[in-house]
């Protein structure tokens, strides 16, 4: 009877394993970033596309590779700040996944901020997507978005990149 007892023990300790921390959900400390607009009005706005691949097919289509994916939000001017009023994570049939922050934030003269899916995270999927809503003063460069994907495994790697299309509307 002891020996069954602690047989059960020793399975159900087994059996828990810690769970994967996602760090892609929470990044970046997004509350120091967090920004009143100023004259949100005498601002341009736009809308960004960007694809990103946290999975992609292997072999054949039933057999998939998980990936590292890095977003890099740019501010490509020397002087002006951008502001990003949205981040949305789309899965591969379009459902809204998150939103990386729920107010606005900026990005000061040639800085990157970045955001960086785990190659745990599969959430995404083959066909996963952003869309960034932003403000930039007038005459200024739109932020540059673009996303770096990436796997290694033993001596083989794969990597590649996709950069964001301005929608518009």
């Known amino acids: 009877m002891k020996t069954g007892f602690i047989l059960a023990i020793l399975l159900i300790l087994a059996s828990c394993t810690p ?4 760090s892609s959900i929470d990044p970046v400390n997004w509350e ?11 601002l341009a706005s736009g809308t960004t596309y960007l694809s990103v691949y946290s999975q992609i097919y292997s072999q054949t289509e039933h057999r ?14 020397l002087k002006d700040t951008v502001y990003i009023e949205e981040a949305v994570y789309y899965d591969t049939h ?7 922050f729920a107010r606005p934030i ?5 800085e990157t ?18 869309l960034f809503d932003w403000r930039t003063p007038p005459n200024c460069n739109a932020p540059f978005f673009e996303a770096v994907m990436i796997s290694t495994s033993g ?9 964001g299309v301005k929608l518009q509307y």
């Open 64 to 77: 998939t590779h998980d990936l590292t994916a890095t977003i890099s939000l740019r501010n490509v001017n």
């Open 19 to 22: 769970r994967e921390e996602i």
């Open 94 to 100: 379009g459902t809204p996944i998150r939103n990386y």
């Open 106 to 110: 900026f990005i000061a003269p040639m």
């Open 32 to 42: 120091k970033r967090k920004i009143e607009i100023p004259n949100p009005d005498s």
């Open 113 to 130: 901020v970045e955001i960086v899916i785990d190659e745990i995270d599969r959430e995404g999927g083959t066909g996963a997507n952003f």
């Open 155 to 163: 001596q083989q790697g794969i990597s590649f990149a996709t950069k």
